[in-house]
């Protein structure tokens, strides 16, 4: 803890530095896991905090974690597991780092049960715009509480975060993972909900392989198998199935299991319809790293001639990752053309989403997660928006209850059609009442920025109460200022050529070592391992037989 003061005393005097000589500065944390094309200016000055990437103490008997706000999410689970403990959100991407999660807003499966990773954060260490150290809580009294509130989701407009205390929950070494199919979007939305009803759930999303292909995945903790000699699945080797891939194949045959044949009772739809498998628990939490959900595909179909086969994706392993396919995405400047935006929909709007995408992108398969949200409209976290943030629609919604839609695919090559299609993606979100992440490209003009995330003065009064004035806004933050296959100079130039961007990505990428990350992560389950203790279970299960003889 001492080594964590030290450095937090002297990004506090540089920070005052910057404060006293009115200076502004961008945060560098090392990594990133938005999309956005960088616009920095090279005289951009920076303000270094890569170092905390430290977690500091897992205290097991308040059931919490003092993590730095560059630890990445592998690293923090190998560590909470060590005592049977693991963040209630864990984001699906091993890099994105505990800061990230608080300053950007993030969720995962189970931010249906557990809201957003910041709904899990006990208290916040910050540094403020003028050099001063506080901590901030959620709790009603504290002193700060407006700015732990307001610093959720802001992306460090409002300071330096330094240090987060996690909440823990009890983890279990495995989770039933059952695969539902669904015939329609309607009925993919429908399981949904019908999911998040079921209290036995620890873990719900979805995925659309097309209008009449959906899988509803859930997931229940658990330290049981249902025999020692049990298969477990696993999908962090380079010879396992991509998950997405696995799960499209295990359900392609089933019947809907919302089929509306009045002879069969729901139970009965429900086994025939889905199938169920485990899966250790760090493996599941990670499950679509390898292939980034399915946008590793990407890849492949920029370069032509390597086939999609299993075994090129066993050869290429190492560039599949997410921390190596987010190297090269920045560094090819495919970024210019790719389509990723994560959209907040209320749950009445999301099958006109869904079908307006699936007719001006085609972009298959997407992503489904549920979300419960802020009701409030102060905060820049995806949230229902009008008067659905009040009662939620009769009969249809609550208050707080949306769905995450991940679209994720090839856009037009013209960088002008390009920009033009997320400007719709924005208007449409916008018409259904809807609201979507920072993290993917943003192409608001000011004034529509602030009617969609607005309204502006509780911001403002922030930055005024907390001399942060002199810092970027989030607007200015997240917009992006142009296009990168626009951009002059012979740089941009050559790397649009094919296949010059995509080789030069794959260099930057080799040259970050972040394949080693992976390769010497302790998370990944150990099947060697697994067949010892299947083997010890059996000779204690034959010992306890003979005993139970003799007995008799």
């Known amino acids: 803890m001492e080594r964590h003061k030290q450095a937090v005393r002297a990004i506090a005097s540089t920070v005052r530095s910057f404060f006293d000589r009115s200076e502004p500065y ?4 090392g990594s990133t896991n938005s999309t956005r094309p960088s616009h920095l200016k090279s005289g951009t000055r920076f303000l270094d905090i890569s170092a905390l990437s430290n977690v500091l103490e897992v205290n097991t008997a308040k059931r919490v974690a003092f993590v730095e706000p560059n630890v990445p999410m592998d690293r923090l689970v190998e560590h909470t597991l060590k005592y049977g403990l693991v963040p209630p959100v864990v984001m699906e991407f091993p890099g994105i780092t505990a800061g990230g999660g608080y300053a950007g807003t993030a969720g995962e499966s189970s931010s249906f049960r557990h809201g957003y990773f910041d709904d899990n954060v006990v208290s916040v260490e910050m540094v403020l715009p003028d050099g001063e150290v506080i901590e901030a809580k959620p709790d009603e009294g504290h002193p700060y509480r407006d700015l732990f509130k307001g610093a959720a989701g802001a992306v460090g407009t409002l300071g330096v975060t330094t240090l987060l205390q996690l909440r823990l929950i ?43 292909h959906g899988v509803i995945v859930t997931g229940q903790m658990t330290d049981e198998l249902p025999s020692p000699s049990e298969k477990v699945q696993t999908f962090s080797g380079a010879w396992d199935p991509w998950y997405y891939l696995h799960v499209q194949e295990r359900t392609k045959s089933l019947p809907s299991s919302m089929a509306s044949s009045p002879s069969a009772s729901s139970q009965q739809l429900l086994s025939q319809g889905s199938v169920t498998e485990y899966i250790p628990l760090a493996e599941y939490l990670f499950r679509y ?3 980034g959900f399915w946008v590793g595909a990407a890849a492949f179909g920029y370069f032509r001639p390597v086939p999609f086969t ?15 396919l987010y190297r090269a995405l920045h560094a090819s400047g495919e970024s210019g053309r790719f389509v990723v935006q994560d959209l907040g929909i209320p749950y009445d709007t999301a099958e006109k989403f869904i079908d307006y995408t699936a007719e001006k992108l085609d972009i298959w398969p997407l992503w489904l997660c ?23 629609k009769p009969g249809q919604q609550q208050s707080g209850e949306m769905l995450n839609v991940g679209l994720w695919g090839w856009g037009p090559e013209d960088p002008d059609k390009f920009v033009a299609v997320n400007r719709s993606i924005e208007d449409k979100v916008a018409e259904l009442g809807g609201t979507k992440w920072f993290y993917a490209h943003t192409y608001y003009s000011e004034s529509e920025f602030w009617q969609v995330y607005g309204p502006r003065a509780w911001y403002d009064a922030l930055r005024t109460k907390y001399k942060a004035t002199s810092l970027p806004s989030v607007y200015d933050k997240v917009r992006v200022r142009d296009n990168p296959r626009k951009e002059s100079g012979w740089k941009p130039w050559l790397k649009a050529k ?13 040259k970050s070592r972040d394949y080693m990350l992976h390769r010497n992560a302790v998370w990944k389950w150990d099947h060697k391992a697994r067949e010892h203790i299947v083997v010890a279970q059996q000779q204690q299960n034959k010992l306890a037989g003979g005993q139970k003889a003799k007995q008799t």
């Open 498 to 510: 094919w296949p010059v961007g995509g080789i030069w990505g794959i260099y930057k990428g080799i």
């Open 170 to 212: 009890e983890a279990k070494r495995y989770v039933r993972t059952t695969y539902r199919r669904t015939n329609s979007v309607a009925e993919a939305i429908a399981a949904v909900k019908e999911e998040c009803a079921n209290k036995d759930n620890d873990y719900v999303d979805g995925i659309l392989y097309s209008k009449d």
């Open 370 to 392: 549920p979300l419960k949200t802020p009701s409030n409209q102060e905060t820049f976290h995806p949230h229902l928006r009008g008067s659905r943030a009040a009662t939620g």
């Open 26 to 29: 961008r945060i560098f944390h």
């Open 310 to 324: 299993r075994f090129f994706r066993w050869f290429l392993d190492d560039f599949l990752h997410t921390r190596m």
């Open 289 to 291: 790293d390898r292939g």
